[in-house]
């Protein structure tokens, strides 16, 4: 299947091609086809053509129009961290341009041009379409172009000729890549590289998707340690502020992280950009094209109440002398914060923290079969956080004001378990507590029973447990009353139960009762970009323990090393980690030297690192990007991969282990 960003496959032809583009364009615009051009006309390029002419773009515009003079231009450059990242990079990669007719551009999220680096003679060539900077290039100024195009469809792509929308633009060709920002994933610019026409190269667009992908790097190298000191504020001002609700932004006004009562409030989450939100604009002015700033700096105290919430203080946060965010506090004066989360808002030993996309997407399963009265099982390894989610399930249902009740069946010697669950009778059992003994069941009545290792439990028991949840009543032990029971049943293991199943030690009929809503928790070295989320929160939490300053954070050796470890033990190995790192350091830094010894001589991850990245060619990077992408899109079936791919299974085979993919257990299982 041709790459539908691509508009040249060869340098071959190239005037028949400019000639077939100028047909199609001029069938759009005089005679307003659409159908009969849908097989001839890239799916993207006609979208923008349809887009344009609804909004009323001349396609005989011959000049890009001004978007910023000067003076605003140097004051967005003075302002702007992506042009401080982009230019260097540029500079450094142009001499490799030199004599193809090429020019690198760097445009903001706007499609307002910032930056230009061309050989005079080429910049000459285009003057006359006002190809320079200041100029508005979005698509709703300038028509169908790379830049305006790849801000409004978030991806790359090329344009060449009469692809563009304005007659005055079909002398050119042009690549561009959207930059997003590595936290929040908005597109914030993007860079293009444009020629004539007849110097058109299908490798432009990967040298753009490439050069794209190196500054989003150095934007994450850069903003690491401030985001990273932020997160770690926002857990630190939770210790110390109990009775209130915290919200933390960063310089740019991104949500950081917040209480779940005024994400709730607000109608905000982490990561989300609330420039435009209507209760942050008393708070914070417009101080220029790039950024706001707080309306009064200098007095960060408000006597303002909305939705029962009162603004105690803002305080602006610094990092290593500069201003880099923003603490909010606010009191509650319904004295109603109940409902905010324990598990979510108090120190925890494994914390439901997590923003990768398998993590999120356990999260919000779990959210979804919170709401619903029917039994829960969690598959997953040792160490995963099986019990935290467990009460997290529960502190989000309907029952989050009952009691909450665990029974680990693997630590519960097998002969005592029924007991545990069940209770028993006065006299039952010599040396049993006078009076009897209530059980987990009755213990929980209205609420959750969580049975960890439920792969550990007795067979004749499981018959036991099947019946109480089919018929919702227990009997004590040296009882023949029955009790009516009202608990939800949420079971974890780390077992395979169908192979149990197999092999005779776990009752089929109970497992298909148990696993009306199932969740895989996926293994830390799954959702590697987790690991200094948890980092931080266990970083704060240890401090505080230990009766040291919250101030340790990772340096860059130790997050490479977190990167490449696999992590057998999950989060609970993580936390023991840093735990014996916060006792054994004497600085604030996180060394590899603070680390247990048997992490230092551990082997690395086979996963391919940056090194070798780096060195594939740009198109075996966006090869390799893409099968990646493929295979969570289409949860590792090989079969549905190759046949999106349009390759024989075997040659995926090949390309997996070319590009180091192969580690993964879920695509092993698929060899």
């Known amino acids: 299947m041709p790459n539908p960003f691509l508009s040249i496959f060869s340098t071959h032809d190239l005037f028949n091609k400019m000639e077939e583009t100028q047909l199609y364009w001029e069938k759009f615009v005089s005679k307003g086809k659409n159908?009969?051009?849908?097989?001839?006309?890239?799916?993207?390029?006609?979208?923008?053509?349809?887009?344009?002419?609804?909004?009323?773009?001349?396609?005989?515009?011959?000049?890009?129009?001004?978007?910023?003079?000067?003076?605003?231009?140097?004051?967005?450059?003075?302002?702007?961290?992506?042009?401080?990242?982009?230019?260097?990079?540029?500079?450094?990669?142009?001499?490799?341009?030199?004599?193809?007719?090429?020019?690198?551009?760097?445009?903001?999220?706007?499609?307002?041009?910032?930056?230009?680096?061309?050989?005079?003679?080429?910049?000459?060539?285009?003057?006359?379409?006002?190809?320079?900077?200041?100029?508005?290039?979005?698509?709703?100024?300038?028509?169908?172009?790379?830049?305006?195009?790849?801000?409004?469809?978030?991806?790359?792509?090329?344009?060449?000729?009469?692809?563009?929308?304005?007659?005055?633009?079909?002398?050119?060709?042009?690549?561009?890549?959207?930059?997003?920002?590595?936290?929040?994933?908005?597109?914030?610019?993007?860079?293009?590289?444009?020629?004539?026409?007849?110097?058109?190269?299908?490798?432009?667009?990967?040298?753009?998707?490439?050069?794209?992908?190196?500054?989003?790097?150095?934007?994450?190298?850069?903003?690491?340690?401030?985001?990273?000191?932020?997160?770690?504020?926002?857990?630190?001002?939770?210790?110390?502020?109990?009775?209130?609700?915290?919200?933390?932004?960063?310089?740019?006004?991104?949500?950081?992280?917040?209480?779940?009562?005024?994400?709730?409030?607000?109608?905000?989450?982490?990561?989300?950009?609330?420039?435009?939100?209507?209760?942050?604009?008393?708070?914070?002015?417009?101080?220029?094209?790039?950024?706001?700033?707080?309306?009064?700096?200098?007095?960060?105290?408000?006597?303002?109440?909305?939705?029962?919430?009162?603004?105690?203080?803002?305080?602006?946060?610094?990092?290593?002398?500069?201003?880099?965010g923003y603490l909010i506090t606010f009191q509650d004066t319904n004295k109603n914060t109940s409902s905010t989360s324990p598990l979510i808002e108090s120190p925890r030993a494994l914390p439901v923290i997590g923003e990768s996309t398998l993590f999120k997407s356990v999260l919000q399963k779990c959210q979804k079969g919170s709401q619903v009265n029917v039994p829960i099982l969690l598959l997953g390894e040792t160490g995963t956080g099986k019990e935290v989610l467990a009460k997290y399930i529960h502190q989000e249902s309907p029952r989050k004001d009952k009691p909450f009740i665990a029974l680990n069946c693997g630590t519960v010697q097998k002969d005592l378990i029924a007991s545990e669950l069940f209770g028993y009778e006065s006299g039952t059992f010599t040396g049993g507590t006078k009076g009897g003994k209530k059980g987990k069941f009755e213990e929980a009545q209205g609420g959750t029973l969580f049975l960890d290792e439920i792969g550990e439990m007795p067979l004749d028991l499981q018959v036991h447990l099947l019946r109480v949840l089919q018929e919702k009543q227990i009997e004590k032990l040296g009882s023949s009353k029955t009790i009516d029971i009202d608990v939800r049943i949420i079971a974890a293991?780390?077992?395979?139960?169908?192979?149990?199943?197999?092999?005779?030690?776990?009752?089929?009929?109970?497992?298909?009762?148990?696993?009306?809503?199932?969740?895989?928790?996926?293994?830390?070295?799954?959702?590697?970009?987790?690991?200094?989320?948890?980092?931080?929160?266990?970083?704060?939490?240890?401090?505080?323990?230990?009766?040291?300053?919250?101030?340790?954070?990772?340096?860059?050796?130790?997050?490479?090393?977190?990167?490449?470890?696999?992590?057998?033990?999950?989060?609970?190995?993580?936390?023991?980690?840093?735990?014996?790192?916060?006792i054994y350091s004497n600085t604030p830094a996180i060394e590899k030297s603070n680390l247990p010894d048997y992490l230092l001589n551990a082997p690395y991850s086979p996963l391919i690192d940056e090194k070798k990245a780096n060195n594939l060619s740009v198109m075996e990077n966006i090869e390799r990007k893409k099968i990646s992408e493929l295979l969570e899109i289409t949860d590792y079936n090989l079969s549905a991969v190759s046949r999106k791919l349009n390759i024989a299974r075997s040659t995926l085979y090949r390309k997996l282990k070319k590009y180091q993919l192969t580690n993964d257990t879920k695509i092993r299982r698929g060899f």
């Open 35 to 324: 159908s009969d051009l849908k097989p001839v006309v890239r799916h993207d390029v006609l979208d923008s053509w349809k887009r344009c002419k609804i909004i009323g773009v001349n396609p005989q515009i011959k000049q890009a129009n001004e978007a910023i003079n000067r003076n605003e231009l140097d004051e967005i450059l003075s302002e702007s961290a992506l042009y401080q990242v982009a230019k260097p990079i540029i500079d450094n990669i142009f001499h490799k341009l030199i004599g193809t007719g090429y020019m690198i551009t760097l445009s903001d999220e706007e499609g307002k041009m910032i930056y230009l680096k061309g050989e005079s003679d080429v910049i000459k060539q285009t003057r006359n379409t006002n190809f320079t900077v200041g100029m508005d290039w979005s698509e709703s100024a300038a028509g169908t172009n790379a830049i305006g195009t790849s801000l409004i469809t978030k991806k790359p792509i090329q344009i060449f000729g009469a692809e563009h929308f304005c007659e005055g633009f079909h002398s050119m060709t042009c690549s561009s890549a959207p930059i997003f920002q590595p936290y929040t994933k908005k597109v914030i610019g993007v860079i293009d590289f444009t020629g004539l026409w007849h110097n058109g190269q299908p490798h432009t667009l990967p040298f753009a998707v490439s050069l794209a992908q190196v500054i989003e790097q150095q934007l994450y190298n850069l903003h690491k340690e401030s985001h990273n000191y932020l997160v770690e504020f926002y857990y630190q001002s939770k210790l110390e502020r109990k009775n209130d609700l915290i919200l933390v932004l960063s310089k740019d006004l991104t949500v950081i992280n917040c209480d779940i009562k005024l994400m709730d409030i607000f109608n905000i989450e982490k990561m989300t950009d609330v420039n435009e939100h209507t209760y942050f604009n008393h708070l914070f002015n417009k101080a220029g094209p790039q950024e706001r700033k707080l309306v009064n700096p200098s007095c960060t105290l408000y006597d303002t109440e909305v939705h029962g919430l009162k603004e105690n203080e803002i305080e602006i946060i610094y990092f290593k002398g500069q201003e880099v």
């Open 493 to 582: 293991t780390n077992k395979d139960i169908p192979t149990m199943i197999n092999e005779g030690l776990f009752r089929e009929d109970l497992f298909f009762r148990l696993n009306l809503v199932t969740v895989d928790i996926p293994p830390l070295h799954e959702r590697k970009e987790d690991i200094w989320l948890l980092s931080n929160e266990f970083l704060v939490q240890f401090a505080h323990k230990h009766n040291k300053p919250p101030s340790f954070y990772l340096t860059n050796e130790t997050v490479d090393l977190f990167s490449t470890y696999n992590w057998p033990g999950n989060v609970r190995e993580l936390r023991n980690v840093l735990e014996y790192a916060v």
